[in-house]
């Protein structure tokens, strides 16, 4: 079975010249003048063992008058819709532009898998764009070189995690787990938490930070229902992310987010809300995924009643996208540690791909 794939974008960003490389052959004309692809152009493709089903479509514009732009502009419309993932494709070396974001707000609010990457990556010219390509709250971008053949491995991962999903089976919605995937910082209570709700000691624990490296996925039955909880490694700041295996354990934190439906930011009730935490909970919502705040190691907080409400009052000035969102606190227990403050994303939940 072939998986159908839209190349989208806005103009002159490489699409057209990985449509080719995807196809094998030089099928679409490829020119240095933007706006030389008008309308959608279909080919049979392969990467590796995977059989696609290629869309090349016009640069995105963002116009929705009478005009020719505009009508190119539906038919990349129509090619997100008939695909079963989009390629979002940018320009690592000029860097995100104010159209990239628009079309990326776009691709968000549509229920389909999107896999993004930067197209002519070849060398160190492209690294400020590619990192400028997290802002747009669609994954990590994959580093390609259409021209050169570059990256294609990478790109090759991420299409058959969405083959597989696209394809697991038969399986009905209500027997697969819903996934759950435990963030935030380092030392914060994670797999605590992970062992509580499971009622064993599954995971390590300790007063050291960064015990946990890996994403750890649990299957828990709660209540009947299949749960994949998903530990992960804490994430801090960028600028103290130096270390390869860090960097590495942040990736697969990244992705677990990614796949998740439902996300618990788990934060120390001593000092909640700190910068990373904003920052994680605003990527989660960027994703579009449910989003719960977990107050961990709440009966070292005094005053409780008055700091969460402080605490409520402080996500509505620092994260407006969630303000007039309900919020719920679990009944007090002798044994309990923890609050949740809980809310729905907004936005459409994505699918995504692994980093």
């Known amino acids: 079975m072939a998986l159908?794939?839209?190349?989208?974008?806005?103009?002159?960003?490489?699409?057209?010249?990985?449509?080719?490389?995807?196809?094998?052959?030089?099928?679409?004309?490829?020119?240095?003048?933007?706006?030389?692809?008008?309308?959608?152009?279909?080919?049979?493709?392969?990467?590796?063992?995977?059989?696609?089903e290629l869309i090349d479509t016009a640069g995105f514009e963002d116009i929705s008058d009478e005009s020719l732009e505009s009508r190119m502009r539906q038919q990349t419309l129509r090619a997100i819709e008939e695909a079963e993932v989009s390629l979002f494709v940018v320009d690592?070396?000029?860097?995100?532009?104010?159209?990239?974001?628009?079309?990326?707000?776009?691709?968000?609010k549509h229920d389909k898998p999107v896999i993004l990457a930067?197209?002519?990556?070849?060398?160190?010219?492209?690294?400020?764009?590619?990192?400028?390509?997290?802002?747009?709250?669609?994954g990590e971008p994959i580093p390609i070189s259409a021209e050169h053949g570059e990256g294609m491995a990478d790109l090759y991962a991420a299409l058959a995690a969405v083959a597989s999903e696209e394809w697991e089976g038969e399986e009905d919605e209500a027997d697969k787990p819903v996934r759950i995937a435990i963030v935030g910082r380092p030392n914060a209570g994670k797999s605590t938490l992970v062992n509580k709700l499971i009622?064993?000691?599954?995971?390590?624990?300790?007063?050291?930070?960064?015990?946990?490296?890996?994403?750890?996925?649990?299957d828990w039955d709660w209540d009947g229902r299949a749960v994949r909880l998903v530990d992960t490694a804490g994430l801090r700041r960028k600028a103290k992310v130096q270390e390869k295996l860090e960097k590495l354990s942040t990736q697969d934190t990244i992705r677990a987010i990614t796949f998740a439906e439902v996300?618990?930011?788990?934060?120390?009730?001593?000092?909640?809300?700190?910068?990373?935490?904003?920052?994680?909970?605003?990527?989660?919502?960027?994703?579009?995924?449910?989003?719960?705040?977990?107050?961990?190691?709440?009966?070292?907080?005094?005053?409780?009643?008055?700091?969460?409400?402080?605490?409520?009052?402080e996500v509505g000035r620092q994260l407006p996208q969630?303000?007039?969102?309900?919020?719920?606190?679990?009944?007090?227990?002798?044994?309990?540690?923890?609050?949740?403050?809980?809310?729905?994303?907004?936005?459409?939940?994505?699918?995504?791909r692994p980093r």
């Open 263 to 313: 996300v618990i930011l788990v934060m120390d009730a001593t000092h909640p809300f700190e910068i990373q935490d904003l920052q994680i909970a605003d990527l989660v919502e960027r994703e579009g995924r449910a989003l719960v705040f977990v107050l961990a190691k709440w009966d070292l907080v005094e005053d409780p009643n008055v700091r969460l409400q402080e605490w409520i009052e």
């Open 92 to 108: 690592a070396r000029e860097g995100v532009t104010p159209l990239d974001e628009v079309f990326a707000e776009i691709l968000r």
């Open 199 to 218: 009622g064993e000691d599954r995971l390590l624990t300790g007063p050291e930070a960064g015990i946990t490296r890996d994403a750890i996925p649990v």
């Open 4 to 52: 159908k794939l839209a190349i989208v974008g806005r103009p002159n960003v490489g699409k057209s010249t990985l449509f080719n490389r995807l196809a094998g052959k030089k099928l679409a004309i490829v020119d240095d003048q933007p706006g030389v692809t008008r309308d959608r152009r279909f080919a049979s493709g392969r990467l590796g063992d995977l059989e696609l």
């Open 322 to 352: 969630v303000r007039g969102a309900r919020w719920w606190r679990s009944p007090p227990r002798p044994a309990a540690a923890s609050t949740a403050l809980c809310r729905r994303s907004s936005r459409p939940m994505r699918t995504g």
């Open 118 to 138: 930067a197209n002519k990556a070849e060398g160190k010219q492209g690294d400020n764009g590619i990192l400028e390509a997290f802002s747009l709250g669609l």
